[in-house]
T-cell receptor, first 115, second 112 residues
């Protein structure tokens, strides 16, 4: 019963490098999302998807791209890493974003440092 | 827009003490309210929820009541344990925004 799986757990990048954070869920959830967690700021929504082929921007989308080619996978791409993107990134999914009581299931996070 | 305000931490308590973590919100319509908990090195997990006014959510000895008149959803536990040490996040779901909005989190440390 894997739930939401994120890889890698840790990553160090140099400014200007690109990389992809992977997220996969095995619960057949429609809704998937990416958050970043920064001290004192809680979690902020980067991008989300309500189904395969559908993505939309959250609160802080700049510098990140996403795609959703399958129900299971929702990768987050950093196009040109900047020190301001140093953060802990969480992928989360739920059965549906239209259900008020549908809770989010979170992965264990990716700690990214950009030097 | 929607927002969630939590009491600032960190909060440090002795084992068996009473816990309250305050949470107030601003939202349009009638949001659902949640408390999530994050243990060290892990992602967030749902602790409890309430979907309408006067509902009480409860789990693992924690409780929170959805108070529409005071726009609050305070988290309480009568007797905390060392294993309750974690970061607690209050959150709301608004049907109009179709997104979860999180508070900034409250770090709780329980000492033996």
């Amino acid at each position: 019963n894997a739930g939401v799986t994120q890889t890698p757990k840790f990553q160090v990048l140099k400014t200007g490098q690109s990389m992809t954070l992977q997220c996969a869920q095995d619960m057949n959830h429609e809704y998937m999302s990416w958050y970043r967690q920064d001290p004192g700021m809680g979690l902020r929504l980067i991008h989300y998807s309500v189904g395969a082929g559908i993505t939309d921007q959250g609160e802080v989308p700049n510098g990140y791209n996403v795609s959703r080619s399958t129900t299971e996978d929702f990768p987050l791409r950093l196009l040109s890493a900047a020190p301001s993107q140093t953060s802990v990134y969480f992928c989360a999914s739920s059965y549906s974003d239209r259900r008020r009581e549908s809770p989010l299931h979170f992965g264990n996070g990716t700690r990214l440092t950009v030097t | 827009g929607n927002s969630v305000t939590q009491m600032e931490g960190p909060v440090t308590l002795s084992e068996e003490a009473f816990l309250t973590i305050n949470c107030t919100y601003t939202a349009t319509g009638y949001p659902s309210l949640f408390w999530y908990v994050q243990y060290p090195g892990e992602g967030l997990q749902l602790l409890l929820k309430a979907t309408k006014a006067d509902d009480k959510g409860s789990n693992k000895g924690f409780e929170a009541t959805y108070r529409k008149e005071t726009t609050s959803f305070h988290l309480e536990k009568g007797s905390v344990q060392v294993s309750d040490s974690a970061v607690y996040f209050c959150a709301l779901y608004s049907g109009s925004a179709r997104q979860l909005t999180f508070g900034s989190g409250t770090q709780l440390t329980v000492l033996p």
